[in-house]
């Protein structure tokens, strides 16, 4: 992991060039391709890997999670929808890179990562690239009670089901976007709450993404 944050030319040059690939498979929200092009996502690399940063590639970070794939986190922050001031829960940190997209998108993020390795990295780099969201290590399966309702929730690993705990957590009118599947392809589902008791459902493309651990899954 980096801690050696610089940012130049080349690197803005290269997020440039993310941002029209990210262009040319279809995002459009233009929040969120601002977002993508302002976060240096080579500051979650360590850097003999800084070549692989603005590839559309997901890239290993080690204890057996990746950072995801631009295109990946540029999906589920346009299907979030996300508005100045969202009350955003997280599910699975990881290396932080779509917890900042989230900040920069105006959000008030919650996070929460199971792994302890990971989280100790994260809340060291995050703050010190400016990034400063309320940070929870846990399982994140169950989300964060003491904080809801949330405006959105993403899910950053694929589930097995819709852990009815989240949508429990959800405002009416609010958004979940979880990839749910097996452990080798998951289908990204969005979850709108319509009232107490009902739910819309929309089922989208297919994702590759490490599986979600935790009581409420896997």
């Not at 080349?10 to 929040?31: F, H, P, T, Y």
């Not at 390795?117 to 290590?137: A, D, E, H, K, S």
Request: glycine share 10%.
């Amino acid at each position: 992991m980096a801690y050696k944050f610089v940012d130049n030319y080349r690197e803005r040059g290269a997020r440039k060039k993310l941002v029209e690939l990210l262009k040319s498979r279809g995002i459009e929200d233009e929040n969120v391709l601002t977002a993508i092009g302002k976060v240096p996502r080579h500051f979650f690399f360590d850097e003999t890997f800084w070549n692989q940063a603005y590839k559309d590639i997901a890239f290993p970070i080690g204890d057996g999670q990746t950072i995801s794939q631009p295109y990946t986190v540029a999906y589920q922050s346009e299907l979030l929808h996300i508005k100045k001031g969202d009350k955003v829960l997280e599910i699975g940190t990881g290396s932080g890179y779509q917890t900042c997209i989230l900040i920069e998108l105006g959000a008030n993020v919650f996070t929460i990562e199971r792994q302890e390795n990971i989280y100790n990295r994260t809340i060291q780099v995050l703050p010190g690239m400016g990034y400063r969201p309320t940070f929870y290590c846990g399982d994140g399966s169950k989300g964060i009670a003491a904080h809801a309702p949330y405006d959105k929730i993403i899910v950053t690993a694929g589930a097995p089901l819709v852990p009815e705990i989240l949508l429990k957590q959800l405002k009416i009118g609010g958004i979940l976007v979880i990839p749910v599947g097996d452990e080798k392809t998951q289908k990204m589902v969005t979850v709108i709450r319509v009232s107490e008791t009902d739910y819309e459902k929309i089922v989208l493309d297919t994702f590759r993404f490490v599986p979600l651990v935790g009581d409420q899954a896997w």
